[in-house]
């Protein structure tokens, strides 16, 4: 990916209009930002596809991204696989 393209990203990740704040609480956002920027360098956010990352990469995410995750999946309209992923807790 060129610079640009991570410029792109790294705009709508941090953006609080763009999609992913949409998809994803500021909370998730701030935890999960090296995270994404490491395993989900390649996504574009929206349509629950930057979420879909962190259940891809479940194994490999921060402890900190982790907990919002699962925070995040106790919201009655979370999607069923960041449920199954992130257990609420």
């Known amino acids: 990916m060129t610079l640009r393209g991570v410029s792109a990203v790294l705009i709508l990740l941090s953006t609080p209009g763009a999609t992913l704040a949409a998809d ?6 701030a935890a999960c930002m090296a995270d994404a920027k490491a395993h989900c360098r390649g996504v574009i956010p929206g349509g629950g596809r930057m979420v879909a990352c ?7 995410l921060s402890e900190g991204c982790k907990l919002e995750l699962s925070k995040m999946s106790c919201s009655a309209d979370a999607p069923k696989d960041l449920k199954a992923a992130f257990p609420c807790g």
């Open 24 to 29: 994803v609480p500021p909370e998730v956002r």
């Open 54 to 60: 962190f259940v891809k990469n479940a194994g490999a």
